[in-house]
Every structure is written in structure tokens, then in C-alpha cells.
């Protein structure tokens, strides 16, 4: 089989048995493709069925060239996860990329935001625009049900359950789960539908999207991240911010306040509860605090010894 057939027989398993999001996909296809290229440009045409673990071992050297450390690790565990299709399926007996290491990272947590720092970029936004009531309502959502930003710019008007206190979220893996939505939240959605968005005319195949731009289509991810990116400068933030860094405020505030790390991990829409536990960084004050006020030990008085 070649490199075509084999991808869109993969892309479709993915798509299929694993139910992962279009983002995904096309992840792992430009990978698959990016390798398909190398090997042509070898002058040696070798399909996937052969390729030899050398060969995938140079692709990932000539590569580790161009991107960081991140993106060769996510590369090596994209072209795993396709070869290991390929045994699966019986088209080979073994997996180049078993014995190729992935490089060491270091995790980066992005930034968090205290409230304060929110409520300024909420306040820097000009209501004068519809533009602006609906960028103060994609804030507040955000930051309210902790959403990625995929999941808010594909929220669908039949998604929002108000008077049960809920919105219904696609997440990752095409997977939804109910997440609790505050009053406040609440009005400010219902504000924006009904009085900004019902003088937009959405295209046909956006009606039901929550989130539309002047011209009636949904949102993109770029887009958000430039409308956070331009109320940052405007208030002259100095953390590198973007949507996710409202999704990790909410999961650190709620953790703050005393919510459960199972709970946070539901409402974010983790599966592991290892992935909520480095998500959820808190610093070691915060930690010392905590022991300090809960710990059986913390009103020992040494004088009584």
C-alpha cells in the first residue's frame, strides 16, 4: 500500500473507531505527510508498510532541525500512534518508532490571571461595538465554564440548557459534558443573543453558533486569540495571555476557593486526573498555607513541651 491509501485509511480509523476532532486529524495527516515527503525526497520511493526504523530515525533528526522540543515530541507520538495502526491492521510486524526516544520537556504552564487582571480586561473592552458585547460575553464564558477555545467558537445555541443552570460542551474525542454556568454568565449570553446577535444574518450553515463575526460565520480560534491579545496591550498586561490562560484561571480559582480536584477535573473535561493535577499548578506559599490551616498539627504550641 502507499503513503495516499494508507493515510486515508488511518484518517478514517481516527475519525471513525477513535472519534478524535478534525484539529487532531489534521495534525496527525500533515505529519504522515511531512514523512512522505522526506522519503520521496530521498530519491528511494518506500512505502509505510517498509520503512525501516533508520529511515523514520533521520526524518525526525532532519525535523528536530526546524521545530522545538514540544513539536518533536508531539511528531514522534503522531507517527507512533500511525504505525502502530499499520501492525494493528496486519499490513507490518513491527513499529519503527519503538526504540526512537522522545526528547525530554519541560512542562510550561501559561500564565494565570488574577481576578483583578480579568475584571481590567472585561473593563478595557469598547461596548460602543457589537463587537464589544459580544468579546466582554466570549470573555465571561470562558472564564465561567472554563472552556477551551475550540470548544467555545463551535457552542450551538441548542447547546444552552439556562433554566437547568447548564451548557451541553463538545470537547475532545467528540465527547460532551455538562458544565455549570453562573447567573451572571447566564444573563450576559442571553443579553448578547438577544439583542447583538439576532441583527446578525448567519450563513446557513452557522444559525445554531453561538459566537458569529459581523458577517454571520462562527469565530475562529485566531481570532480569539487576537481579541485577547489586543485588550492585553490595551491595558498594558505583561503576561503572554491567550484563551487558555482564562481556562486555567477558572481551574485555578475554583481549587483556590476549596473545590475538589475530581470536580475541576470534570468540568474541564479531563480523562486523567493526572492531566488536572499539572494543569492545576499552585505555588508553594499557596501549598504552605493550606497545611498551615488544615493540617491536625497547626495549632501545636511548642511552648507546651
Not at 259 to 278: C, K, M, N, P, W
Request: proline content about 3%.
Amino acid at each position: 500500500m502507499n503513503w495516499k491509501q494508507t493515510t486515508y485509511d488511518y484518517v478514517n480509523f481516527l475519525k471513525i473507531e477513535r472519534g478524535l476532532s478534525k484539529n487532531s486529524i489534521d495534525s496527525y495527516k500533515r505529519d504522515i505527510n511531512k514523512l512522505a515527503l522526506f522519503v520521496e525526497s530521498t530519491g528511494f520511493p518506500i512505502s509505510p508498510i517498509n520503512i525501516s526504523q533508520e529511515t523514520v530515525q533521520q526524518f525526525i533528526y532532519e525535523s528536530s532541525k526546524k521545530i522545538n522540543a514540544r513539536t518533536q515530541a508531539r511528531l514522534i507520538s503522531g507517527l507512533r500512534g500511525f504505525f502502530n495502526y499499520l501492525v494493528f491492521e496486519d499490513y507490518r510486524k513491527d513499529n519503527p518508532t519503538d526504540l526512537i526516544e522522545s526528547p525530554n520537556i519541560v512542562r510550561k504552564l501559561p500564565d494565570t490571571l488574577e481576578k483583578e487582571e480579568i475584571d481590567a480586561l472585561i473593563t478595557a473592552i469598547d461596548l460602543s461595538h457589537p463587537q464589544g458585547e459580544r468579546n466582554k460575553t466570549i470573555i465571561e464564558t470562558i472564564y465561567s465554564c472554563g472552556l477551551r477555545v475550540s470548544e467555545l467558537i463551535n457552542l450551538q445555541l441548542s447547546d444552552l440548557f439556562f433554566e437547568e443552570g447548564y451548557i451541553q460542551v463538545l470537547g475532545k474525542g467528540n465527547k460532551y459534558r455538562f458544565v455549570p454556568i453562573h447567573i451572571t454568565t447566564i444573563h450576559r449570553l442571553n443579553f448578547y443573543i438577544n439583542e447583538i446577535r439576532s441583527l446578525i444574518t448567519s450563513k446557513k450553515e452557522d444559525e445554531d453558533t453561538v459566537f458569529l463575526n459581523r458577517r454571520g460565520k462562527r469565530l475562529t480560534r485566531q481570532m480569539i486569540f487576537i481579541i485577547l491579545k489586543e485588550l492585553a496591550q490595551k491595558i498594558n498586561l505583561k503576561k503572554s495571555i491567550g484563551p487558555h490562560t482564562l481556562r486555567h484561571s477558572f481551574a485555578t480559582h475554583l481549587l483556590k476557593n476549596g473545590a475538589d480536584l475530581r470536580v475541576i477535573q470534570q468540568l474541564l473535561g479531563h480523562e486523567s486526573i493526572t492531566t488536572t493535577e499539572i494543569y492545576v499548578h499552585l505555588d508553594n506559599s499557596y501549598l504552605k498555607e493550606v497545611v498551615d490551616l488544615h493540617h491536625p498539627r497547626s495549632n501545636f504550641n511548642l511552648n507546651e513541651e
